[in-house]
């Protein structure tokens, strides 16, 4: 038994193994509903052996959406299409979880092969897509060029803490087994976290307590919704990386927060109030492979919460050393399951878990009886 591959069990959900799929923007959806390409992308993941599939950032209300091509559940004619989801993935084996967001002032925006950035009147000619109002903790723009948008009142802040509470009890109806809120990448969460785009002088801005104040508020209210047996993730960025911007030891204490509030899993992250996530910019310094590892590390160990880790996570023997050291609870795979979606089960392959005489046991049967098969001919043959 390798440490990649046994099981977990959070609350009364016990993952078959350590892998999670990270979530991922597609970008895909129409009015923020899942459709068939949703249904293959995810389903694809549970056959491939995750522990855990996590579906992309999911809007709780339209204004939310990073573009058009956002999922959302806002309403209850979104439920469905999800749930159909849900019944494939739980089908062969995985549990799935969704992550709930609210973009902020990274709202309105093109999709990434368009441009991504600011939608404009290219994009309306060419594509029918036009921007809506934008809000955040402050009324700071995310860089230049791009729209101005309002700071929310603290009506506003109370209807976003009842949206993120309707969207959390659609994903139950929907059947998730898991929700994590989106506290990462400059998206609104973050951005009341972060010195460096609230700059509010009431209660929910100023020092750590205020700043943090919504996430911890919505962490207890989704909690009160949410099942005591299912678990409740936070997707972070464990640091700014920009001068004045909010640092690990903050990212530290409100684990140990969220923890005492009823969080089971701290998803770190970086990056992304002032430009892109970690994934795609570095953050701290240079990038190497599992360059990330560090945050997951130093929550699991400093605040007693659970860590999931993501961040160019490639290899299987890299994955498994850091289950084994105790650095993370999970890891996340990302854009190396878009290249592999069978990558858990190549994973076990290379560890050394598979059977001799039958190597593709742990594979669906429909396709490890014809590899099973295959593999004893190659085997004749040499």
């Known amino acids: 038994m390798t440490h990649l591959f046994s099981p977990l069990k959070l609350r009364e959900t016990t993952l078959r193994n ?39 950032a999911t809007a709780i209300v339209p204004e939310g959406r990073i573009s058009h091509g956002d999922m959302g559940l806002w309403n209850d004619g979104q439920i469905e299409p999800l749930a159909r989801i849900v019944r494939v993935v739980k089908a062969q084996g995985a549990a ?25 009147e290219k994009d309306r000619v060419q594509r029918g897509e036009t921007g809506w109002p934008l809000v955040s903790p402050s009324a700071i ?70 700043r943090h104040r919504l996430s911890l508020e919505l962490v207890a209210a989704v909690r009160e919704h949410w099942p005591s047996g299912k678990p409740l993730f936070v997707r972070v960025s464990a640091l700014d990386g920009v001068d004045h911007g909010r640092n690990f030891d903050e990212s530290l204490a409100f684990a140990r927060e969220a923890g005492r509030a009823g969080v089971d899993v701290i998803d770190c992250s970086s990056g992304g109030i002032a430009g892109h996530s970690a994934s795609t910019a570095g953050v701290g310094g240079p990038r190497g492979y599992g360059f990330q590892v560090p945050y997951a590390e130093r929550i ?57 005489a039958s190597p593709f046991k742990s594979w669906p049967e429909p396709y490890g009886w014809w590899l099973n098969g295959r593999q004893k001919i190659i085997d004749n043959m040499t």
Request: charged share 20%; glycine share 12%.
């Open 300 to 356: 699991r160990r400093e605040s007693g919460v659970a860590s999931m880790a993501v961040g160019l996570i490639t290899e299987p023997a890299l994955a498994e050393a850091v289950i084994a050291d105790g650095r993370a609870d999970l890891i996340a795979i990302g854009r190396q399951a878009l290249v592999d979606p069978n990558w858990p089960l190549h994973a076990q392959a290379e560890l050394g878990r598979n059977d001799r």
């Open 141 to 210: 723009p995310f860089g230049a060029g791009y729209t101005v948008p309002a700071e929310l009142s603290l009506a506003d802040i109370a209807d976003v803490r009842q949206q993120f509470v309707e969207a959390a009890c659609r994903a139950l109806q929907a059947g998730f087994d898991l929700v994590e809120l989106h506290a990462a990448h400059g998206f609104l969460l973050h951005s009341f976290m972060s010195p460096v785009t609230n700059q509010r002088r009431d209660a929910y801005g100023g020092d750590f307590v205020g």
């Open 96 to 120: 799935i979880g969704i992550q709930l967001c609210h973009a902020g002032r990274k709202a309105a925006r093109q999709r990434p092969w368009h441009g991504n950035g600011a939608l404009n």
């Open 18 to 56: 350590r892998i999670a799929i990270s979530p991922m923007c597609t970008y895909s959806a129409t009015n923020g509903v899942a459709n068939d390409f949703h249904l293959t992308h995810y389903g694809r993941f549970g056959l491939g052996g995750a522990g855990l599939v996590m579906i992309e």
